[in-house]
């Protein structure tokens, strides 16, 4: 930093995932940290021959960019509630060659989304802690979106990455599998959960399954 500047905002660059990326206010910068997100998500994607991601609160697009990039079949949306945030994720896909396979929509992650955007076989999110995100009442985030997991995303899963058991109690969901990883120097855990309709008992009662693993 100088006098208190972080450098990626003096040199208008930084990198991620081995990247070169735009950088400016208007976006945080793109931390080593969050890569562990970003190789989770490739990792689930580069079976499938075609894929549909979004990259909810994108911010620089640092985390679809490296789906994209180390991923043939995917093509992507870049949403985000700040127009200044999508600029620079709109430089970055036009850095990386990428506009034929992505696009940037200006998008309320609270909001009921347009049908028009389509269904995703993959949503990636990394909210803005802190900045636009504001943390007085966490636990309560993590309970709405619990709720919202249960009962909008039936039939599918979420990989959610933490260092708060508190958070991961406010989910109020099973985990059908646990890794524990650093997060950087964060002792976190990476947690898989299924959405099926009912009680887990009843679940269970029908010969179903959790899946224990990235399958």
Known sequence: ????????YIIGEWEFYGLPLDISRD?????A???TLAETAITLLESRSKSRLLDLCCGSGCLAIAVLKNVEGVNAVLADLSEAALEVAQRNLMQHHLTGRALTA???AKAVPPEALGRFHMIVCNPPYGERLQLDNLLQVYKELGSRLKHSFQGNEAWIISSSYDCFDSIGLKASARIPLYNGDLDCEFRKYEMFQGKYKGFRDEGNALKKDFA
Request: glycine share 6%.
């Open 33 to 35: 940290d969050t890569e």
């Open 27 to 31: 976006v945080l910068i793109p931390r």
């Open 1 to 8: 930093t100088l006098a208190g500047e972080p450098l990626a």
């Open 106 to 108: 200006l998008l309320d």
